[in-house]
Protein backbone atom coordinates (compact mmCIF):
# COMPACT_ATOMS: atom_id res chain seq x y z
CA UNK A 1 0.00 0.00 0.00
CA UNK A 2 0.85 3.45 -0.58
CA UNK A 3 2.05 6.06 2.23
CA UNK A 4 -0.12 8.43 0.69
CA UNK A 5 -2.95 7.74 -1.92
CA UNK A 6 -5.16 9.91 -4.72
CA UNK A 7 -7.26 9.25 -7.14
CA UNK A 8 -5.23 9.88 -10.70
CA UNK A 9 -8.38 10.77 -12.28
CA UNK A 10 -8.51 12.17 -14.88
CA UNK A 11 -11.35 14.78 -13.47
CA UNK A 12 -12.74 16.71 -16.25
CA UNK A 13 -14.64 19.32 -15.28
CA UNK A 14 -16.49 22.75 -16.88
CA UNK A 15 -15.29 26.53 -15.73
CA UNK A 16 -17.37 27.29 -12.46
CA UNK A 17 -17.41 24.25 -11.72
CA UNK A 18 -16.46 23.48 -8.19
CA UNK A 19 -14.50 19.70 -7.87
CA UNK A 20 -12.69 18.60 -4.67
CA UNK A 21 -9.60 16.02 -4.32
CA UNK A 22 -9.02 13.87 -1.80
CA UNK A 23 -6.00 11.91 -0.70
CA UNK A 24 -5.39 9.54 2.44
CA UNK A 25 -2.25 8.99 4.19
CA UNK A 26 -1.24 5.68 6.09
CA UNK A 27 1.57 7.36 8.38
CA UNK A 28 0.04 8.59 11.90
CA UNK A 29 2.69 9.74 12.82
CA UNK A 30 2.87 12.30 9.36
CA UNK A 31 3.36 15.78 11.34
CA UNK A 32 3.08 17.86 7.76
CA UNK A 33 0.37 18.50 4.86
CA UNK A 34 0.69 20.35 1.65
CA UNK A 35 -1.01 20.19 -1.42
CA UNK A 36 1.17 20.32 -4.80
CA UNK A 37 0.40 21.82 -7.88
CA UNK A 38 2.36 20.35 -10.90
CA UNK A 39 1.91 21.93 -14.46
CA UNK A 40 2.62 19.30 -17.41
CA UNK A 41 6.82 18.87 -17.53
CA UNK A 42 7.17 21.46 -15.33
CA UNK A 43 8.28 20.86 -11.65
CA UNK A 44 5.75 20.77 -8.86
CA UNK A 45 5.15 24.25 -6.29
CA UNK A 46 3.35 24.56 -3.15
CA UNK A 47 0.31 25.43 -3.69
CA UNK A 48 -0.96 25.69 0.00
CA UNK A 49 -0.36 24.30 3.46
CA UNK A 50 -3.28 22.48 5.33
CA UNK A 51 -4.60 22.42 8.76
CA UNK A 52 -6.33 20.62 11.27
CA UNK A 53 -8.52 24.17 11.24
CA UNK A 54 -9.00 24.36 7.68
CA UNK A 55 -7.32 26.95 5.60
CA UNK A 56 -8.91 28.91 3.15
CA UNK A 57 -6.70 31.02 -0.23
CA UNK A 58 -8.94 32.83 -2.62
CA UNK A 59 -11.05 29.60 -4.19
CA UNK A 60 -9.11 26.92 -3.02
CA UNK A 61 -9.46 25.66 0.79
CA UNK A 62 -7.75 22.57 2.14
CA UNK A 63 -8.71 20.53 5.12
CA UNK A 64 -7.33 17.76 7.02
CA UNK A 65 -8.91 15.37 9.33
CA UNK A 66 -5.88 13.57 11.62
CA UNK A 67 -8.16 10.56 12.97
CA UNK A 68 -9.40 9.49 10.02
CA UNK A 69 -5.86 10.39 8.14
CA UNK A 70 -7.35 12.41 5.32
CA UNK A 71 -6.87 15.57 3.14
CA UNK A 72 -9.31 17.37 0.61
CA UNK A 73 -8.57 20.11 -1.84
CA UNK A 74 -11.64 21.99 -2.88
CA UNK A 75 -11.93 24.36 -5.96
CA UNK A 76 -14.51 26.35 -6.47
CA UNK A 77 -15.21 28.40 -9.62
CA UNK A 78 -12.62 26.61 -11.49
CA UNK A 79 -10.72 28.31 -14.11
CA UNK A 80 -9.15 27.30 -17.44
CA UNK A 81 -6.01 27.23 -15.66
CA UNK A 82 -6.32 25.51 -12.95
CA UNK A 83 -5.66 22.35 -15.41
CA UNK A 84 -2.99 20.71 -13.68
CA UNK A 85 -2.05 17.43 -11.64
CA UNK A 86 -2.78 18.08 -7.74
CA UNK A 87 0.08 16.52 -5.63
CA UNK A 88 -0.85 15.47 -1.84
CA UNK A 89 2.08 15.77 0.51
CA UNK A 90 3.02 15.27 3.88
CA UNK A 91 6.09 14.80 5.85
CA UNK A 92 7.58 12.58 8.82
CA UNK A 93 8.24 14.42 11.96
CA UNK A 94 12.29 14.68 12.20
CA UNK A 95 12.42 14.98 8.56
CA UNK A 96 11.95 17.29 6.02
CA UNK A 97 11.69 14.36 3.25
CA UNK A 98 8.10 15.19 0.90
CA UNK A 99 5.87 11.97 0.40
CA UNK A 100 3.69 12.38 -2.40
CA UNK A 101 0.73 10.79 -3.63
CA UNK A 102 0.56 9.67 -7.44
CA UNK A 103 -1.49 13.50 -8.17
CA UNK A 104 -4.86 14.04 -9.46
CA UNK A 105 -5.19 15.71 -13.08
CA UNK A 106 -7.45 18.21 -13.37
CA UNK A 107 -9.06 19.29 -17.40
CA UNK A 108 -11.27 22.06 -16.85
CA UNK A 109 -12.74 22.67 -20.12
CA UNK A 110 -14.08 26.25 -21.84
CA UNK B 1 16.60 35.78 -7.02
CA UNK B 2 17.49 32.75 -8.55
CA UNK B 3 15.79 29.52 -8.34
CA UNK B 4 16.94 26.22 -7.95
CA UNK B 5 18.68 25.33 -11.33
CA UNK B 6 19.63 22.14 -12.74
CA UNK B 7 21.82 20.19 -15.41
CA UNK B 8 21.76 19.17 -17.88
CA UNK B 9 18.06 19.22 -18.66
CA UNK B 10 17.88 16.15 -20.56
CA UNK B 11 20.34 13.39 -20.92
CA UNK B 12 20.19 10.18 -22.79
CA UNK B 13 22.27 7.93 -22.46
CA UNK B 14 22.92 3.91 -23.26
CA UNK B 15 22.53 1.53 -20.92
CA UNK B 16 25.78 0.53 -18.49
CA UNK B 17 27.34 4.33 -19.02
CA UNK B 18 27.55 6.46 -15.99
CA UNK B 19 26.02 9.72 -15.59
CA UNK B 20 26.08 12.95 -13.67
CA UNK B 21 22.80 15.01 -12.48
CA UNK B 22 23.88 18.46 -10.96
CA UNK B 23 21.81 20.89 -8.77
CA UNK B 24 22.19 24.49 -8.01
CA UNK B 25 20.28 25.19 -4.94
CA UNK B 26 18.76 28.59 -3.92
CA UNK B 27 22.01 30.64 -2.00
CA UNK B 28 21.35 30.29 1.41
CA UNK B 29 19.37 27.20 1.52
CA UNK B 30 21.24 24.42 3.71
CA UNK B 31 18.82 21.42 3.30
CA UNK B 32 19.02 20.37 -0.05
CA UNK B 33 16.73 17.11 -1.58
CA UNK B 34 16.65 14.71 -4.27
CA UNK B 35 13.45 12.91 -5.79
CA UNK B 36 13.01 11.15 -8.63
CA UNK B 37 9.62 11.28 -10.95
CA UNK B 38 8.37 8.22 -13.09
CA UNK B 39 5.32 9.26 -15.93
CA UNK B 40 2.20 9.16 -14.08
CA UNK B 41 3.23 9.26 -10.54
CA UNK B 42 4.61 11.34 -7.92
CA UNK B 43 8.05 12.21 -6.93
CA UNK B 44 9.73 9.70 -4.65
CA UNK B 45 12.34 10.60 -2.03
CA UNK B 46 16.13 10.16 -3.22
CA UNK B 47 18.34 11.92 -0.32
CA UNK B 48 18.62 14.39 1.47
CA UNK B 49 21.40 16.64 2.79
CA UNK B 50 21.79 19.19 5.37
CA UNK B 51 24.77 20.76 5.07
CA UNK B 52 27.46 18.72 3.47
CA UNK B 53 26.24 15.41 4.98
CA UNK B 54 23.71 13.29 3.79
CA UNK B 55 21.40 13.30 6.56
CA UNK B 56 19.03 10.78 5.18
CA UNK B 57 20.23 8.68 1.90
CA UNK B 58 16.65 5.97 2.79
CA UNK B 59 15.38 6.71 -0.58
CA UNK B 60 18.38 5.84 -2.89
CA UNK B 61 17.01 2.52 -4.65
CA UNK B 62 20.61 0.59 -4.83
CA UNK B 63 24.28 1.25 -4.45
CA UNK B 64 24.30 2.46 -8.12
CA UNK B 65 23.25 5.94 -7.34
CA UNK B 66 25.10 8.31 -5.05
CA UNK B 67 25.03 12.01 -4.08
CA UNK B 68 27.73 14.16 -2.94
CA UNK B 69 27.60 18.20 -1.86
CA UNK B 70 31.02 18.60 -1.01
CA UNK B 71 30.81 22.39 -0.49
CA UNK B 72 27.41 22.22 1.20
CA UNK B 73 25.97 24.21 -2.15
CA UNK B 74 26.22 22.71 -5.23
CA UNK B 75 24.99 18.61 -5.28
CA UNK B 76 26.08 15.86 -7.95
CA UNK B 77 23.55 13.14 -8.15
CA UNK B 78 25.84 9.67 -9.87
CA UNK B 79 24.90 7.04 -11.40
CA UNK B 80 26.92 4.27 -12.11
CA UNK B 81 25.94 1.37 -14.59
CA UNK B 82 22.66 2.80 -15.62
CA UNK B 83 19.88 0.31 -16.21
CA UNK B 84 16.42 0.70 -18.69
CA UNK B 85 14.55 1.51 -15.03
CA UNK B 86 16.51 4.21 -14.12
CA UNK B 87 14.83 6.86 -16.85
CA UNK B 88 13.00 9.44 -15.05
CA UNK B 89 12.66 12.97 -14.25
CA UNK B 90 15.64 13.93 -11.31
CA UNK B 91 13.74 16.61 -9.08
CA UNK B 92 16.27 18.64 -7.49
CA UNK B 93 14.65 21.00 -4.41
CA UNK B 94 16.48 23.14 -1.49
CA UNK B 95 14.79 25.07 1.38
CA UNK B 96 16.16 27.13 4.20
CA UNK B 97 16.20 24.52 7.47
CA UNK B 98 15.05 20.56 7.28
CA UNK B 99 12.40 21.22 9.73
CA UNK B 100 9.27 19.58 8.57
CA UNK B 101 6.91 21.52 7.08
CA UNK B 102 9.09 24.26 8.45
CA UNK B 103 10.42 25.75 5.26
CA UNK B 104 9.00 25.43 1.79
CA UNK B 105 10.90 22.87 -0.69
CA UNK B 106 11.37 24.84 -3.68
CA UNK B 107 11.94 22.67 -6.90
CA UNK B 108 14.17 23.06 -9.91
CA UNK B 109 13.25 22.05 -13.28
CA UNK B 110 14.07 18.33 -13.07
CA UNK B 111 16.76 16.62 -15.58
CA UNK B 112 14.97 14.33 -17.88
CA UNK B 113 17.50 10.90 -17.61
CA UNK B 114 16.66 8.44 -20.68
CA UNK B 115 18.18 5.10 -21.06
CA UNK B 116 18.44 3.45 -23.96
Known amino acids: RKEVEQDPGPFNVPEGATVAFNCTYS??????FFWYRQDCRKEPKLLMS???SGNEDGRFTAQLNRASQYISLLIRDSKLSDSATYLC???????????FGQGTTLQVKP | GAGVSQTPSNKVTEKGKYVELRCDPI?????LYWYRQSLGQGPEFLIY????????DSGLPNDRFFAVRPEGSVSTLKIQRTERGDSAVYLC??????????????FGPGTRLTVL
Open chain 1, 50 to 52: VYS
Open chain 1, 27 to 32: NSASQS
Open chain 2, 93 to 106: ASSLYRLAGGNEQF
Open chain 2, 27 to 31: SGHTA
Open chain 2, 49 to 56: FQGTGAAD
Open chain 1, 89 to 99: VVTASNTGKLI
